[in-house]
């Protein structure tokens, strides 16, 4: 057998002659399968010692390994620096398919049959210029949602709940990632302060579904049980046309540092799973104890078989990988190495895996480690975060607002606006285009929309780490209160500036990433790290203020717009003097209605900016739109550009008022506002209008044919 036939079927295997254990390790020197019994997990029933292969995959074969059974392995080996080896320790299958809970903490493998009936529903497949994805959290969105029964709330099933559906439906988002549902456990750390991890950053194992997050119903009939709930999950979202992206933590695991528990992949070889140097000392690059070793072609193997996994058997659309520059980097030699390698053999067998064809590629560019920030540097197929954008956009509406406001001048123009709201060029390469952004101004780590406007500095005494943890570097501005107010003046500039910020990024080039609870202004009270939080905290409210319906519907106009305008959804860069399809041909004028001048981009008194794009059709019909930004708090006189093949332009949405009625909800309205190239009009200050630009009527043809 060759090494790659012997590495395809790790974990169990069912057959008609019973169960198939394979595990590799190359450390070891014995393994041994332990059977427990059915009713009392303390109990192993049986022992069969595992054999070894010449591609060091310990194999085990029995009957009694079945459906529903708990099994875990013991494994000896060598002392050393290097080594952790417990043999009297039972250890967890790397690739369980079910892991069940016991008593003190204890984990143990479960053999899953995985059966279910698709009934044909196939993945939604939106294409990455129509995808907007909604980060969510599967407890939180729907744990205090009212119009569901008491017993789903907070699971698998509440998010699949037809409430959660038409809500997801109605707001116009298209994929939702979904923080870790791998298997997590809290670290040994917030234990002790009696906290727990909510985010879900502390993977376990990679080939199980969360049991918590399943209904009380699945959980008591176990592992098999709480797959089948998740793929139900999946499979009623699909219906819907929802797609279903997982935020996945390969870089290290829940074992921790050197002295943390021992459960699976240190016990099995910790010299081939996890960075260390020959001292044993673990080399950690995501500031989490340990980091899984790259470098080493087995923990690669194990990335690629979790993820084939949950693409195929569990039919998930996309994969948002945490740290994902951990999983380019090398492994160490003697001469430090490390290094990140945006063709690591890893990231391009992701890319390139035939059996993950289609699947959607999301990366955090960066990890703690030397050069660990790397936005703009993974290989072509991979959509990154966009760091850049977020600090750019936050800064644009809010600290240089602040600083307007505190000095007289904001500090910057608006050039670097400009090249986020187009795509940012100047971080990603040509051939990989807009759509290697991923555009986002908040996410689950750090504060939500509305505390970006409410908060100068973190509150997070509530963590337990006297205010410690947490960024400091919020690019926020609380517009002269922190936290709570009751001045209308206050509040109502809070507002404005939340729909700037969602109309920056809904109407910008790239792929929007929009925070649950964002749309209607959630706040965690200053919280800008509350990953320990399982409360109404961090929780969705249904309860919602009639500003937060108003916001909630600005939301879902700009969702709308942005699908209505392909314009604002390239595919590829522009080139000058070239007409690109699928690109956007863009102009760029000032407050008058004239070219930009090098001042008016980079002039901190200036700040006004009108925004003409068309598209350049393949598979849309042709579009153009003006965007119209000044982001200065004094009211401006705007004339509307005069362009070649514009008869005039329609207002479609202010972000000056709390309330899209007051331009319209459908562009088909008849009150809708319509305005002739060089008008002018009164721009509010800090504000946004976005207008279709309408084509000149044909001329009428010649009647004598």
Not at 19 to 36: K, P
Not at 175 to 184: D, G, N, R, Y
Not at 319 to 338: P, V, Y
Not at 379 to 397: A, I, K, L, S, V
Request: include cysteine.
């Amino acid at each position: 057998m060759s090494a790659a036939d012997s590495l395809r079927n790790l974990g169990v295997r069912l057959t008609p002659s019973g169960g198939e254990l394979r595990v590799w390790s190359e450390s070891a020197d014995a393994m041994e399968l332990c059977i427990f019994d059915d009713t009392d997990p303390q109990w192993i029933v049986k022992t069969v010692p595992m054999t070894r292969d010449a591609h060091n995959v310990w194999l085990a074969k029995t009957r009694t390994l079945s459906p529903g059974r708990r099994y875990g392995i013991r494994v000896s080996g060598p002392t050393g620096p290097r080594h952790a080896f417990h043999p009297e320790l039972v250890l967890v299958d790397p690739y369980s398919r079910g892991v069940a809970r016991m008593a003190a903490g204890r984990r143990l493998s479960v053999v899953v049959d995985g059966g279910f009936d698709w009934a044909d529903v196939a993945k939604p497949r939106v294409p990455l210029d129509h995808t907007v994805v909604y980060e969510a959290h599967v407890r939180g969105i729907s744990k205090l949602n009212p119009a569901i029964p008491a017993e789903l709330r907070g699971t698998y099933a509440g998010l699949a709940h037809e409430a959660t559906i038409a809500y997801l439906k109605d707001l116009g988002v298209t994929s939702i990632e979904l923080l870790p549902v791998q298997t997590f456990v809290p670290e040994q750390r917030l234990t002790k302060q009696g906290l727990l991890n909510y985010w879900g950053y502390n993977t376990f194992n990679f080939f199980t579904p969360h049991a918590p997050y399943a209904t009380a119903a699945a959980q008591a009939e176990g592992p098999e049980a709480v797959l089948r709930e998740f793929k139900g999950m999946v499979k009623l979202l699909h219906e819907a046309g929802l797609e279903v992206i997982l935020d996945v933590v390969y870089n290290h695991t829940s074992e921790e540092g050197l002295g943390g528990p021992v459960s699976s992949l240190r016990g099995i070889d910790n010299s081939a799973y996890y960075r260390q140097d020959d001292t044993g000392a673990y080399q950690d690059v995501t500031g989490c104890g340990n980091t899984v070793d790259f470098g080493h072609a087995i923990p690669q193997r194990l990335v690629l078989d979790s993820l084939r996994y949950w693409a195929n058997d569990v039919q998930i659309d996309g994969f948002r990988f945490d740290l994902a520059t951990t999983l380019g980097r090398d492994s160490l030699d003697d001469a430090g190495g490390g290094s990140y390698d945006p063709q690591h053999p890893l990231l391009t067998a992701i890319r390139d895996d035939p059996a993950l064809a289609g699947v959607k590629l999301i990366a955090e560019p960066w990890d703690v480690g030397p050069g660990g920030w790397q936005t703009g540097n993974f290989p072509h197929g991979w959509t990154e975060w966009n760091d850049r954008y977020r600090d750019r956009m936050r800064d644009f509406w809010l600290r240089d607002i602040a600083s307007a406001r505190a000095t007289g001048s904001a500090g910057s123009g608006i050039g670097r606006f400009a090249t986020r709201l187009a795509g940012s060029s100047n971080t990603f390469a040509l051939e990989r285009g807009p759509l290697a952004s991923l555009n986002f101004i908040t996410a689950h780590d750090g504060f939500t929309l509305a505390d970006l406007t409410s908060y100068n500095v973190k509150h997070n005494v509530g963590n337990g780490e006297s205010n410690r943890d947490g960024t400091d570097s919020n690019n926020s501005f609380n517009h002269g209160v922190e936290g709570p107010t009751e001045d209308p003046v206050i509040l109502a500039t809070r507002r404005k500036a939340m729909r700037n910020l969602l109309g920056t990024l809904l109407l910008s080039a790239g792929v929007p990433m929009l925070t649950a609870g964002d749309e209607f202004g959630r706040s965690q009270r200053g919280n800008n790290n509350a990953y320990c939080h399982d409360s109404e905290l961090t929780w969705l409210s249904w309860n919602r203020a009639d500003w937060q319906q108003d916001l909630h519907r600005v939301t879902r106009r700009l969702l709308q717009l942005r699908r209505e305008n392909p314009a604002l959804r390239p595919s590829r860069y522009g080139r000058l003097g070239e007409s690109v399809p699928s690109a956007s041909q863009m102009d760029w004028y000032d407050a008058d209605g004239g070219s930009m001048s090098e001042d008016d981009w980079n002039s901190p008194s200036q700040r006004t900016l009108q925004y003409l794009v068309a598209s350049t059709p393949e598979h849309e019909v042709f579009n153009r739109v003006l965007l119209v930004v000044h982001s200065l708090e004094t009211d401006i006189v705007v004339t509307l550009p005069t362009h070649e093949g514009v008869s005039s332009y329609t207002l479609l949405w202010d972000s000056n008022h709390d309330s899209v009625d007051a331009v319209s909800t459908a562009a088909s309205t008849a009150s809708l506002r319509v305005f002739a190239p060089g008008e002018t009009l009164t721009v509010a200050g800090t504000s946004m209008q976005l207008f279709r630009a309408n084509e000149d009527a044909p001329a009428a043809e010649d009647a004598r044919g």
